[in-house]
């Protein structure tokens, strides 16, 4: 029961099992369940990234006993990112798809420090590596609302 609770929460219910590009579909999933279940409601949204990262790092270092180091199929981490992403954002559609995009570009390209964050044991690589790239997204996105 316990390693069916793990698996289920770090493939984000199962979506780390998607046969192609699960990070990507589990970001897909997470904005648009915050597009159509969350207010855009910047207290409500950091209270679901606190909530996400404290259960990222229960279980994601257990998930990796189970799956192996930094596998495809831990996908909570992606929707921790997305959402840290979308912190302080305009809920439209056109913000929620630039923070995607992004969001999916700087997690695969992995610019400096995540490359190295993800070296990170226990399971700190593979949060970690994530929440930055949330974080550069949402600077990203705050740099194009004020210069746009």
């Known amino acids: 029961m316990k390693d069916f609770i793990i ?25 648009a369940l ?9 207290v409500l949204l950091l209270t679901l990234a606190i909530i996400l990262f404290v259960i990222n790092i229960l279980v ?8 192996g180091e930094d596998s495809k ?8 990112g997305m ?3 979308l912190l302080s954002i305009q809920k439209s559609l056109l913000f929620y798809s630039l923070a995607f995009i992004l969001f999916r ?3 695969i390209i992995k610019p400096f420090p ?11 690589g593979v949060i970690l590596d994530d929440v930055f790239a949330g974080f550069y997204t949402n600077l990203i996105l705050h740099l194009i609302i004020i210069f746009y």
């Open 114 to 124: 995540l490359r190295e964050l993800e070296k990170l044991g226990g399971g700190w």
């Open 105 to 107: 570009g700087i997690d």
């Open 7 to 31: 698996k289920l929460f770090s493939t984000f219910f199962f979506a780390g099992y998607f046969p192609k590009a699960p990070g990507t579909f589990s970001s897909l999933i997470t904005i």
């Open 83 to 85: 959402i840290i992403s």
């Open 73 to 80: 199929k831990i996908v909570l981490d992606e929707s921790l």
């Open 60 to 67: 994601v270092g257990r998930a990796e006993n189970i799956f």
């Open 34 to 42: 915050i597009w159509f279940f969350v207010p855009g409601n910047f």
